[in-house]
């Protein structure tokens, strides 16, 4: 997972390119090809003039942590959000998580909202309540059995560590 890669605002308007790596979660194979090879699925595998081939989602502002969930194979991120909105993302092959066009669910500016279509976070929290999600994992441990199946996360900046049921 790479950030937009600019200072804020994504200025170099990364998250809604499909070209480069900036703003993106990538998928690679690293056990085979030199350096790595292209999985089947990665959405501009053989389309290298449409995106790079390497791009598997695409329009985080600052993906922070990152984890499977070790059971049903889905990609849960936490991104980090610039002036108002932390979100948590399912990820999907060729998904648009919308930065900088949208902040969560939000027209990151009156102007931007234009495009799509694009992934809706499945959780976003406003900065009353955080200021920088930490993404977390879906616990599948036996330790704790309150907690099996729940996403674990935390914010950076207040200390605070949450759980969240997919529903």
């Given at each position: 997972?790479?950030?937009?890669?600019?200072?804020?605002?994504?200025?170099?308007g990364n998250?809604?390119?499909?070209?480069?790596?900036?703003?993106?979660?990538?998928?690679?194979?690293?056990?085979?090809g030199?350096?790595?090879?292209?999985?089947?699925?990665?959405?501009?595998?053989?389309?290298?003039?449409?995106?790079?081939?390497?791009?598997?989602?695409?329009?985080?502002?600052?993906?922070?942590?990152?984890?499977?969930?070790?059971?049903?194979?889905?990609?849960?991120?936490?991104?980090?959000?610039?002036?108002?909105?932390?979100?948590?993302?399912?990820?999907?092959?060729?998904?648009?998580?919308?930065?900088?066009?949208?902040?969560?669910?939000?027209?990151?500016?009156?102007?931007?909202?234009?495009?799509?279509?694009?992934?809706?976070?499945?959780?976003?929290?406003?900065?009353?309540?955080?200021?920088?999600?930490?993404?977390?994992?879906?616990?599948?441990?036996?330790?704790v059995p309150?907690?099996?199946?729940?996403?674990?996360?935390?914010?950076?900046?207040?200390?605070?560590?949450?759980?969240?049921?997919?529903?």
């Amino acid at each position: 997972g790479f950030g937009d890669g600019g200072s804020g605002g994504d200025p170099l308007g990364n998250g809604q390119k499909t070209t480069g790596f900036f703003s993106k979660i990538l998928r690679v194979d690293v056990d085979r090809g030199t350096p790595y090879a292209i999985p089947d699925g990665n959405p501009f595998k053989g389309r290298p003039q449409e995106g790079a081939p390497e791009l598997f989602a695409y329009g985080f502002r600052n993906p922070w942590r990152f984890s499977f969930d070790r059971e049903t194979g889905e990609l849960w991120v936490g991104d980090v959000g610039q002036n108002a909105w932390e979100e948590i993302d399912v990820v999907h092959a060729g998904g648009n998580y919308g930065w900088n066009a949208r902040e969560g669910t939000h027209c990151y500016t009156d102007a931007t909202c234009n495009g799509g279509p694009y992934e809706d976070p499945i959780y976003e929290y406003d900065h009353k309540t955080g200021n920088s999600i930490t993404g977390g994992f879906v616990y599948r441990g036996k330790a704790v059995p309150a907690l099996a199946g729940a996403y674990v996360f935390g914010d950076f900046a207040n200390g605070a560590i949450w759980t969240l049921r997919r529903d």
